[in-house]
């Protein structure tokens, strides 16, 4: 018993709810990255056969990117915890350092030490995703430490580092980094706006910040629906995106009519684990409907997590 309730804390600071979402983001990348516009040339049946074998090829790599992944969102919002602790100490007192449960030494060193396995974890898969997962724990950390705090910044710093982590998982062959690298604007724009709407979680919010959230969402689903040119499942895509859709649009609507911290709260919490939907919707477009609904999948585990642990 003793055990739970020291390990307890520290789950705490590393938000497991939100790493589920961290992982959806590898997946979608891998899906993109074994997407081939010639499929249709050679014949989805050959395509599927050969995206199989190399996904079963590459098995490894996926395991190390996700394990990366999870060292990288982990440490960066550990950090963020060790940075925030005495405004934490009159705003979230419960929190794990305030509170006393996690030593502030502590939260640095595991802070500092899952940045350095995601680090490492994405060098076994390639040198690329290794430069990939050091540019998103170097943003994570300046976040944490002074971009949070720059008005205009803040909103695009963290949406970079959701960019990067989908490119991470595009980086298991690395030369379709390059082909896709534009596909990590689409959360970088989705995180920016949850950023953008989360100011207002302690103290209450502005309508015109959550306007802005909401005009970035509808900019995501527009996005999305722009990609179906590439899918060979357009009428399979629709039922995810609009799942996804009811999930983000409902909480921040009433967030704007009401903008008081705990619908604010409710907003923000359901536009992170809805990352899923958006990663499953980006796995259809660029895959099928199987892989789409094993990142799917991950959806009642983080919902399952949030209950037990917070999500912002």
Not at 39 to 61: P, Y
Not at 76 to 96: C, I, Q, S, T, W
Not at 124 to 145: E, P, Q, W
Not at 180 to 187: C, D, E, F, G, R
Request: net charge positive; charged share 15%.
């Amino acid at each position: 018993m003793e055990t739970k309730s020291s390990v307890k804390p520290y789950l705490q600071l590393m938000r497991p709810a939100n790493i589920i979402t961290a992982i959806a983001d590898i997946l979608a990348g891998i899906s993109v990255s074994f997407y081939s516009p010639f499929a249709t040339m050679i014949g989805a049946a050959l395509h599927d056969f050969w995206r199989s074998f190399r996904m079963t090829f590459e098995l490894i790599d996926a395991f190390s990117l996700m394990i990366a992944t999870i060292g990288l969102y982990g440490g960066g919002v550990v950090l963020n915890d060790y940075f925030d602790a005495d405004l934490d100490k009159v705003e979230r007192p419960e929190r794990p350092i305030p509170s006393g449960a996690v030593p502030k030494e502590n939260a640095l060193f595991l802070g500092v030490g899952l940045l350095g396995l995601g680090v490492i974890f994405a060098l076994k898969a390639s040198v690329l995703s290794g430069i990939i997962a050091l540019m998103v724990a170097l943003l994570a950390v300046f976040y944490d430490y002074r971009g949070k705090h720059i008005a205009w910044f803040a909103p695009l710093n963290m949406g970079l580092c959701r960019g990067g982590n989908l490119l991470l998982g595009a980086s298991i062959l690395p030369n379709n980094v390059y082909n896709y690298w534009w596909l990590a604007l689409i959360p970088i724009v989705y995180i920016s706006a949850i950023t953008l709407i989360s100011r207002g979680e302690v103290h209450g919010g502005s309508k015109t910040n959550l306007k802005k959230g909401l005009m970035m969402y509808l900019l995501v689903i527009l996005s999305l629906l722009g990609l179906l040119y590439f899918s060979r499942h357009q009428f399979t895509v629709i039922p995810f995106l609009f799942v996804f859709a009811y999930f983000i649009f409902p909480p921040l609507i009433k967030a704007i009519n009401e903008p008081k911290p705990e619908h604010i709260r409710i907003a923000v919490k359901s536009g992170v684990i809805s990352l899923i939907l958006m990663d499953a919707t980006l796995t259809v477009i660029f895959s099928n409907i199987w892989f789409a609904l094993i990142v799917l999948a991950l959806l009642p585990i983080s919902r399952g997590l949030a209950k037990k642990f917070a999500v912002t």
